[in-house]
């Protein structure tokens, strides 16, 4: 597998992909290739499009009424 090398990372910027790390509990190396895979293969988004389907979403589930204490139950339901 390749090897890259970084240099001259700014101090703010090593900091703050350090933390990102941390908070996804990867190591710095895991971070910055999820970073650069999210930004080499993302795709547009088409807003109209996403309307649509979240429109669609809303149509489907207009008649089912969640509460707050279902949806709090739905949340943690499985975790430990």
Known sequence: MPTITIKNIPDA???RLKRRAQMNRRSINS???VCLERALYSQRVDPEA???RARQLRQKTAGHIITDAEFTRAKTE???
């Open 31 to 33: 971070e910055i290739i």
């Open 50 to 52: 996403l309307l649509a």
């Open 13 to 15: 910027l090593y900091e």
């Open 78 to 80: 499985g975790r430990p």
